[in-house]
């Protein structure tokens, strides 16, 4: 079986955020993740911020506007969240 996003992979480099639903809520995302770059996680407010594969935007009305940021430092992805609901794994490397 392929892995998801394969054709794509390769135009981004790592570090990147790999988000996969547990039903069919939102479509699976690769958000790549830039050297000294925020990546805002949360929910849609305006055709600037429409739910993408590439970014951190979901249509959902009991996610935040601002629910989460996550980076890349030190080969982790590190998250500041606004809300105890994200977790990521700190001692995991890409």
């Known amino acids: 079986m392929p892995a998801p996003f394969a054709s794509h992979v390769q135009q981004h480099p790592l570090p990147a955020l790999y988000l996969y639903p547990l039903n069919d809520s939102f479509i699976p995302k690769h958000i790549h993740l830039p050297q000294a770059q925020r990546i805002k996680i949360g929910r849609q407010t305006n055709a600037k911020t429409a739910p993408g594969e590439r970014n951190g935007f979901f249509d959902s009305k009991v996610l935040s506007r ?21 977790f990521l794994p700190t001692s995991s490397p890409f």
């Open 66 to 86: 601002q629910h989460a940021e996550v980076w890349e430092e030190s080969g982790k992805v590190r998250p500041y969240c606004r809300s105890p609901a994200l």
